[in-house]
């Protein structure tokens, strides 16, 4: 399960939530905790290694090995992979030439192909539907239609095309679809399409359904010659619309077949055709699915009569508009409403309009409002949201509001209820949106207070090293203090889960990181200001230190241990004085600072600290005072000092509860390497007791995690050598003793090989 929860992995195919009927998301859980299929996992893997595993042309473009053979459906599946990873390109399209891939539903939406590369790879196909949404300029409609005409079958059988924010050539502009025979459903949504293809298209003999949306039509009077077969007709924002009301009516009151009509308008401006549609009594009268959002002097009871005069409409589109909050929207049974008045009229919205920006928008404002005080986990919902963010990634006002819904629906312990794929794509979402528009400061606190979640931070997987990267060099351009608060909190947790490796390839960035923490650490103390920003600061560059001497150095090289001594001096809440004295054990780990670290001012707090009567502060004391009298150089000219703290150390350890004790908060380590020279100091017996009991402590507490972690660091040695050693203190070795009895009761679960040498079976 961990695989496939990979979050390089694609979506499987997106089939949109019924949010309606399953508000709080049944069915989205249990989708997003199955697993992906074996056949997307192997598309997936080889998509992501198609050049390793073809071999190339003369011209550099990739072909199959010879014994390779896809069948139809894998090869529209891989094909459409390929697309929506924006790897289909003239290089790998060449993959489709011949006939070890039989195509049928070709998707080839956003690709960046050549004319002559479109017609070798795709045009030999016996295609049934292609979606060329979106391809790059350099395949214009033109050259899509020719090529598809060059082969008699496709004529003939071709029956779905989408040319959806396609481009025109200017050379040639008319486009010849009338060899299309077979075409049944067409789409120009957003392309250069005028009165004269209009009527050409409308002479296609089998054609049902037509999205001429956002196109340069200014009279559809040629839609008459396709009257006895239309079905679905869809003119979004026909904005170039030059006939007066009657004559548009007119010619819809023709299309008798018509069973679906969307003359749905942008709300701004102020399209009244669809208010005249519904005033007439004698229109349409087939009609099962109606959209007029965005329409002007639309009410509740002009939409309701039409509906009751076509008790076949399962669907109406009012968002936008005056109309929906009627209860007759709620009690007509099967009618679907896409509308503002409520979470389930949202909901519609929100899946219908995916592709539509403009009511996008609209829609997720609405819900907005309707999750402002949300105590619900909708995941259904949430699913939704992440659809708008994905199909509108560069438009501000998709992004802005779906963030903060997204903000909404996972706050205040929400997100613990979704599910864990979905908080995934999430915040890959979202870390989009803070990249896309680095100047909207609204946005960008919206994201960064979703991402300061700590179920997303700890339990959701996303690419950790990319988004610290992000974050990290975020916080070192942006002053706004709230937003700095977050951005840290995000820091001190992703520290954390940075690898040694990771955090040295970062360590450019988080050099100027700890300067500009350092910076907020020194403003707080000069405000006398404890408040959360500094508690995060402090935690931030404790987990940045964290087995890091690279780090470390930075930190005592920009007087950073200056600084620390004057936070001990200025604030003396033990929330406080626990960060500072972690940070300061990972500098003390460092052995070549240790001579920087022996001050009279850090050995006064440490000889203070480590009587605190807070168990944590005083253990956190005691680890700094071992690791810095474990090396005597430092203390040459005044070692009696040193012997004092290490009588004070031991006196104190004899006095602490049992080291399976509970703490204020629980010690973690991500490594045990820095203990093991203190486990081998047999002449400082101090020392080494505070090792032994730190050890045993974490040990007893997670066994799972530290048992393991000892085997594999090779601790386990040093501490058999210490039970077993006649020179150890009694304490030590009873201290031991609990750590290899502990290791005893969980080994069998780890590799045997190692605890098979050690003859601790």
């Known amino acids: 399960m961990v695989h496939f929860l990979h979050p390089g992995l694609l979506c499987r195919t997106l089939i949109l939530p019924d949010a309606g009927t399953d508000a709080q998301g049944c069915c989205v859980v249990q989708e997003e905790a199955s697993p992906y299929s074996l056949v997307t996992i192997c598309l997936n893997t080889l998509v992501a290694n198609l050049e390793k595993l073809c071999s190339k042309r003369p011209d ?22 390929l697309a929506s990873e924006g790897k289909l390109t003239d290089k790998t399209a060449s993959i489709f030439q011949g006939d070890q891939m039989k195509l049928k539903l070709a998707n080839i939406q956003k690709a960046k192909l050549s004319p002559a590369a479109f017609l070798k790879a795709f045009c030999h196909h016996k295609l049934i539907e292609l979606d060329a949404t979106a391809v790059h300029t350099d395949l214009p409609i033109q050259d899509i239609i020719s090529g598809l005409c060059s082969n008699i079958w496709i004529q003939k059988n071709l029956q779905c095309l989408l040319l959806d924010s396609t481009g025109i050539s200017d050379d040639s502009r008319k486009l010849f679809f009338g060899q299309l025979t077979g075409l049944r459903v067409l789409s120009v949504f957003n392309v250069g399409f005028r009165n004269e293809d209009l009527a050409n298209v409308s002479r296609l003999p089998r054609l049902e359904s037509l999205d001429i949306s956002n196109t340069l039509v200014t009279n559809i009077s040629a839609l008459r010659a396709c009257k006895n077969q239309l079905k679905s007709l869809t003119m979004h924002h026909l904005k170039c619309l030059t006939m007066t009301k009657p004559h548009i009516l007119a010619v819809l009151r023709e299309l008798r077949c018509l069973l679906h009509l969307d ?56 968002l936008a508009t005056d109309a929906g909050a009627s209860d007759f929207f709620t009690t007509k049974q099967g009618l679907q409403v896409a509308g503002g008045a409520n979470l389930s009229q949202i909901a519609e919205a929100l899946s219908r309009y995916r592709n539509r920006a403009c009511f996008m928008k609209e829609a997720l404002y609405r819900l907005f409002t309707e999750t402002f005080s949300m105590q619900i986990t909708m995941p259904a919902i949430l699913k939704l949201v992440t659809v708008g963010m994905r199909n509108h990634p560069l438009d501000l006002p998709v992004q802005f509001t779906a963030s903060a819904c997204a903000l909404n629906l996972t706050r205040q312990g929400l997100a613990r209820g979704m599910p864990v794929r979905l908080l995934s794509d999430l915040t890959d979402l979202l870390f989009k949106a803070l990249r896309n528009f680095p100047h909207y400061q609204q946005l960008q606190k919206n994201c960064l207070l979703s991402l300061t979640n700590s179920r997303i931070l700890v339990d959701v997987p996303f690419d950790r090293f990319d988004a610290a990267r992000f974050v990290v060099k975020w916080l070192c351009n942006h002053g706004n203090p709230k937003m700095q608060t977050m951005a840290v909190s995000i820091t001190s947790i992703l520290a954390l889960q940075l690898s040694p490796k990771q955090t040295a ?23 006398n200001l404890d408040d959360a920003t500094l508690l ?22 920009n007087e950073g241990l200056a600084i620390f001594i004057q936070v001990l001096e200025t604030f003396s809440e033990s929330a406080i004085q626990s960060k500072v004295l972690g940070l300061l054990n990972n500098v003390a780990e460092v052995k070549e600072l240790s001579s920087e670290m022996v001050t009279t001012d850090v050995v006064k707090h440490l000889s203070s600290l480590l009587h605190s009567k807070e168990m944590e502060i005083s253990f956190l004391a005691a680890g700094l005072i071992a690791h810095l009298t474990s090396v005597q150089e430092p203390w040459a000219s005044d070692d009696l000092q040193r012997h004092a703290l290490l009588r004070d150390l031991h006196a104190t350890i004899q006095n602490w509860p049992s080291s399976n004790c509970s703490m204020t908060a629980l010690v973690t380590y991500r490594s045990f390497k820095a203990f093991f020279p203190l486990l081998g100091s047999f002449s400082q017996p101090e020392v080494q007791l505070w090792a032994l009991w730190a050890m045993h402590h974490v040990c007893s507490k997670n066994p799972s995690k530290y048992c393991r972690m000892l085997v594999e660091e090779g601790g386990l040695p040093f501490v058999c050598d210490i039970q077993e ?16 009895n502990d290791f005893r009761m969980h080994f069998t679960s780890y590799q045997r090989a190692p605890l098979q040498q050690l003859s601790l079976t």
């Open 263 to 318: 003359i749905s308008h942008h709300s701004q401006l102020n399209s009244d055709l669809a208010f005249h549609l519904l005033q007439q009594k004698d229109i349409l009268p087939n009609l099962v699915s109606l959209d007029v959002s965005g329409g002007n002097g639309i009410t509740d009871r002009d939409v309701e009569l039409f509906i009751r005069q076509r008790p076949a409409m399962h669907f109406v589109g009012l």
């Open 725 to 740: 050693h006649t020179a150890a203190e009694p304490q030590a070795r009873q201290m031991a003793a609990a750590i290899l």
């Open 505 to 527: 390839q970062l360590k450019d960035e988080l050099f100027v990181a700890i300067k500009e923490l350092l910076a907020i650490v020194k403003q707080k103390i000069t405000e």
């Open 536 to 557: 995060f600061t402090l935690k931030a560059l404790w987990n940045l230190t964290d087995d890091c001497p690279a780090i470390c150095k930075h930190f005592i090289k």
């Open 60 to 81: 550099g473009t990739l072909c199959l090995p010879e014994h390779w053979s896809f069948p139809q459906e894998l090869a529209d599946r891989f094909l459409g992979m």
